[in-house]
Structures are given as C-alpha cells and as structure tokens.
C-alpha cells in the first residue's frame, strides 16, 4: 500500500544554516511526489514537485527510487521559511494526492 | 482569481446534527477533491468530484458522509448525525479541467468542523 513518511514533526535550525525536512515514501510504481507548505494563517500550496526539477525559494527536492526518499533541502535557511511543510505522493491514474503527516520548520533568528 | 473559497471557516454542532460544508473551486476549475485533517496528522483524501459527478469516493466512511458537484453552485460535503469523532479540519482543492490526474491542486483555507 503506498504510504508517505516524514519522520521528524518539528524541526529547528538556525538563520543561515542548511535545512532538510525528509521524506520516504512507499508505492510500487512510478510515483510523482511534491512538497506541500502552509505558512502562518495561509493556505496550503505547492512548493514544488519532482517532475519539474525546479529550485523554488532557494528549496530542491531530488526524487531518490532506490531510497524511495524525497527529502527536501535548502543550503541556507532564512526567517520567512518558518512553516508547515508537507510532502505528498500520487501517480498516473491516481485522483488524489497522499500527505505525510507534516513538519513544523522553525528557523530561529 | 479569488482561489479557492471554503465557508464556514468555523462550524460548531451538537452530536447528531447536519453538518453541510461548501467548496467553490477556483475559476475555470471543474474538479474539486475533498480531505480530511484528523488532529496530529496528515491530510486524507476523502472524494473527487467532477461536475455532476463522482469520480472516486475511496476515502469517504461508507455512513453519514455524502459529497455533490452540481452543475451550479459550490461543492457540498454534508455529515449527518455528527459524532465527536467528525471534528476536523476538512479541506477542499480545485484543479483546472486538463484532465491530468495528477494535476496542481490548489486547496482552499479548510472548514474546522468541532462537534461538542
């Protein structure tokens, strides 16, 4: 059954420092995965997904299959990055999206 | 483009009553999926909808939960007999009518349903 991990709830990093939220995933086939962010009192949104192979807000995302990991990275941490961050998982033929259950990135001034 | 509009932000019920929340999907969109959030964890799809139509209710309880897309109007996912167990946060998301399945979604701000 496919299923999306993220194992740390809470993270916290100091201003300037590298961040990496992790995510594993498990599903058999070829999965499509995104990073999901929810900022203070906003909605949640698309950070950026594997597919696209972009760097959105300094942040990247490389899709590892051996690993079946989707860690998100970013080499230097700002303020602004404070928020909830969710990686999520679907695939071809698939009507939703599967979350993770989240983590808090706190970046501390 | 206003995004995707939930109301009520809020909604407060006594076990046993109706709970209707409404979802318009961004303009121009005519898919709208419906997730649930139980507190501490992540979101969990509940249905898929198209205009008129349901798509895939996989993740919907088999008792109490029903979902619509009228050709006019918002999308409406309505609880009936809430138990305390009901309270979430149930989000909506919309995507465009390109036919991808895996398509952006855009979600809308949630409904925290509280059932006392």
């Known amino acids: 059954a496919q299923r999306v991990t993220q194992p740390e709830k809470l993270l916290s990093v100091f201003k300037g420092a590298p961040v990496e939220l992790k995510c594993n995933y498990s599903?058999?086939?070829?999965?499509?995965l995104f990073w999901y962010v929810q900022y203070s009192r906003q909605r949640l949104q698309l950070l950026l997904r594997?597919?696209s192979r972009e760097s959105i807000k300094g942040f990247t995302a490389d899709l590892n299959k051996g690993e079946t990991s989707f860690h998100l990275k970013k080499p230097f941490a700002q303020e602004e990055d404070s928020a909830m961050y969710y990686c999520a998982l679907s695939w071809t033929g698939a009507n939703n999206l599967f979350f993770g259950t989240g983590t808090r990135l706190t970046v501390i001034p | 483009n206003a995004g995707v509009m939930q109301n009520p932000r809020h909604l407060v019920r006594r076990r046993g009553q109706e709970a209707r929340l409404r979802c318009s999907p961004m303009k121009g969109h005519s898919h709208v999926y419906w997730y649930r959030q139980l507190p501490e964890e992540g979101l969990k799809f509940m249905v898929y909808?198209?205009?008129?139509?349901?798509?895939?209710e996989s993740g919907m309880p088999k008792e109490r939960f029903s979902a619509e897309f009228p050709k006019e109007g918002p999308s409406i996912l309505r609880i009936q007999q809430v138990v305390r167990g009901d309270s979430a946060a149930y989000f909506c998301?919309?995507?465009?009518?390109?036919?991808?399945?895996?398509?952006?979604?855009?979600f809308g701000p949630g409904t925290r349903l509280t059932v006392l």
């Open positions: 599903y058999s086939g070829s999965p499509e």
């Open positions: 909808l198209q205009k008129e139509n349901i798509i895939d």
């Open positions: 594997h597919i």
């Open positions: 998301a919309s995507s465009p009518n390109s036919g991808a399945s895996t398509d952006t979604q855009y």
